[in-house]
């Protein structure tokens, strides 16, 4: 999820930078086996090697957009909080899962920017029979070709090697990969009619469960800030980029098993999220 700077991107996924989660010290490993703390160099070191992938991933992905917004504050128009509006957020959801029909005003670019947030770093964009699917349904129809060529690109089979998914960008047997993202809230920072940036604010969980797991399920937070364009009649994203935080400081909260968390995943659904 996290970038450590702002990179450019138009197809990031779940797990896009990472951003370690402290656990207690003495706490037991959570898949069973006794493990060094977070502190440790293997740890640090795994998390890094994560990191760097998934930064060069969306920098590379996203190469030829300018992803830039007018600095102009008189253009800008004034945040607001994120707030029910009492309007339907979407009018209908493509064959694809992926909600659409945005209205086309400032709270239906802020329901747009929230959905896509989700599904741009998710699991599913790091599988080949999937990925085409949402590259077509987010992302402007200009931008789909070059983007499809870049993420086959990015996500090979070596990349997916590293993060310890097979060429069709399934989990070992026994093990889940999870990359799940929450917006906590959204702001528009530039808004013109058929155009729109806007910051989404997330939380999230990424890793891979099971009891061998070299970089079991954690927590992160990251704001996404999403280049949208008005098109056939919908907000599609045009080019987005990623940074870290802003990140509260972590709870006390009691580290669960592997098996719970795969139970979390395939048992509590996922939300259209509206403005």
């Known amino acids: 999820m996290s970038l450590g700077d702002e990179h450019e991107a138009s197809g990031g996924y779940g797990g896009t930078g990472q951003t370690r989660t402290r656990l207690p010290d003495s706490g037991a490993d959570?898949?069973?086996t006794p493990r060094r703390p977070r502190s440790s160099s293997r740890s640090?070191?795994?998390?890094?090697?994560v990191v760097v992938l998934l930064i060069a991933a969306i920098a590379f992905a996203n190469r030829g957009g300018d992803g830039s917004s007018s600095d102009d504050a008189a253009t800008k128009p004034e945040s607001a909080a994120t707030a029910?509006?009492?309007q339907r957020p979407v009018r209908s959801t493509s064959a694809a899962g992926i909600p659409s029909g945005f209205a086309q005003d400032q709270e239906g670019a802020e329901s747009a920017a929230a959905n896509?947030?989700?599904?741009l770093v998710s699991?599913?964009?790091?599988?080949p029979a999937r990925r085409p699917e949402i590259v077509r349904?987010?992302?402007d129809a200009g931008r789909v070709s070059e983007l499809e060529r870049n993420l086959d690109q990015v996500y090979d089979k070596t990349f997916l090697d590293k993060v310890g998914l097979d060429q069709n960008g399934n989990a070992p047997k026994g093990s889940t990969y999870v990359s799940r993202t929450m917006p906590v809230g959204t702001k528009v920072t530039d808004y013109g009619g058929s155009t729109a940036t806007v910051e989404v604010w997330c939380?999230?969980?990424y890793g891979m469960t099971g009891e061998s797991s070299q970089n079991p399920v954690t927590s992160d937070w990251f704001t996404m800030t999403l280049q949208l364009r008005w098109t056939d009649g919908d907000w599609k994203v045009d080019s987005f980029s990623q940074k870290e935080g802003p990140a509260p400081v972590n709870g006390d909260n009691k580290v669960s098993p592997s098996d719970d968390i795969s139970k979390a995943v395939e048992e509590f659904g996922g939300f259209t999220?509206?403005?």
């Open 137 to 139: 349904q987010v992302f």
């Open 44 to 49: 640090l070191v795994t998390v890094v090697g």
């Open 123 to 127: 699991a599913d964009i790091l599988k």
């Open 84 to 86: 029910p509006s009492g």
């Open 203 to 205: 939380t999230g969980v």
């Open 116 to 119: 896509y947030a989700v599904v």
């Open 30 to 32: 959570p898949y069973g």
């Open 273 to 275: 999220y509206a403005r």
